[in-house]
């Protein structure tokens, strides 16, 4: 399974991007979705996720701003975000559970909020 993620970018607080993630390879289906982020001199945190059902859940500080989606026919899974802060500037990085077989990471996407 490989993870290809792209949509980084620089923009300023306020701004908007959206970051998408393209998993391939021989799968059959995925169980959940997710997103993370890795700020400079701080630990990979969770952002959000998305389940195969469609439920999703974010965290605190995103929650409102920032929307996770995933399309099941393209093993795709794309988070749009909205009124950026500089606190969110990080290396963004997909992750999917791949049924039986474990969970897998995309090479990461940096985002730069600047004020």
């Known amino acids: 399974v490989q993870l290809q993620a792209s949509g980084g970018g620089s923009v300023q607080a306020g701004g908007s991007l959206r970051l998408s993630c393209v998993a391939s390879g021989s799968i059959f289906s995925i169980n959940a979705m997710a997103w993370y982020r890795q700020a400079p001199g701080k630990q990979r945190e969770f952002v959000a996720l998305v389940t195969s059902g469609g439920s999703t859940n974010y965290q605190n500080s995103v929650q409102g701003r920032f929307t996770i989606s995933r399309d099941n026919a393209k093993n795709s899974v794309s988070l749009q975000m909205n009124g950026l802060k500089p606190e969110d500037t990080a290396v963004y990085y997909c992750?999917?559970?791949?049924?039986?077989?474990?969970?897998?990471w995309g090479q990461g996407t940096l985002v730069t909020v600047s004020s």
């Open positions: 992750n999917v559970i791949v049924p039986s077989r474990g969970s897998y």
